[in-house]
T-cell receptor, first 117, second 112 residues
């Protein structure tokens, strides 16, 4: 099975711009989560989607949003970029089924390195 | 509020010896725990997990121990190999929520 893929791998933007990152989960996985990794804050949960619905959300401002499509692919959008948004954005998928328990491990993609100038 | 803490930012171990990575948590609602390994420019790779109903889980060279009363878990790697050099993250979660809370990571270096 192909792993989780994320595009683009690297991105440079300037303050005030907006950006869209894409994630394709492992085939058959319906749950997709997004995390932000920075040197100061570590890995922090952004949100999780399952069957096109956002089920969990972390403590990030409304500038961070996401969506999931019917094929389980997901996008996250950051509007009005700030310097502090520079980070590695990681997407993870798992095979959690509706009504199933959540002990399945999450499989991570390689991440998108976003630099805001 | 750091709910999951890895107090050692780095650890250096000689090849062939045991590596012990530690993790503490504060939220008693966490009911499963995972360890991930991360190389630069790659996403974290799942290593091993443990449910709160167990106190030990073993997979080859990797063993995770959970002490619920102390809210502490540890990852033992025996024997340590050069390829184990990476950053290790401990993570915790709650049933019904796909949100994982990660520690800050410990950089493990295995010296030949």
């Amino acid at each position: 099975k192909a792993g989780v893929t994320q595009t683009p791998r690297y991105l440079i933007k300037t303050r005030g711009q907006q950006v869209t990152l894409s994630c394709s989960p492992i085939s058959g996985h319906r749950s997709v989560s997004w995390y932000q990794q920075t040197p100061g804050q570590g890995l922090q949960f952004l949100f999780e989607y399952f069957s096109e619905t956002q089920r969990n959300k972390g403590n990030f401002p409304g500038r961070f949003s996401g969506r999931q499509f019917s094929n389980s692919r997901s996008e996250m959008n950051v509007s009005t970029l700030e310097l502090g948004d520079s980070a590695l954005y990681l997407c993870a998928s798992n095979s959690l089924k509706a009504g199933g328990h959540s002990y399945n491990e999450q499989f991570f993609g390689p991440g998108t390195r976003l630099t805001v100038l | 509020d750091q709910q999951v803490k890895q107090n050692s930012p780095s650890l250096s171990v000689q090849e062939g010896r045991i590596s012990i990575l530690n993790c503490d948590y504060t939220n008693s609602m966490f009911d499963y725990f995972l360890w991930y390994k991360k190389y630069p420019a790659e996403g974290p790779t799942f290593l091993i997990s443990i449910s709160s109903i167990k106190d030990k889980n073993e997979d080859g060279r990797f063993t995770v121990f959970l002490n619920k009363s102390a809210k502490h878990l540890s990852l033992h790697i025996v024997p340590s190999q050069p390829g184990d050099s990476a950053v290790y993250f401990c993570a915790a979660g709650m049933q019904g929520a796909q949100k994982l809370v990660f520690g800050q990571g410990t950089r493990l270096t295995i010296n030949p």
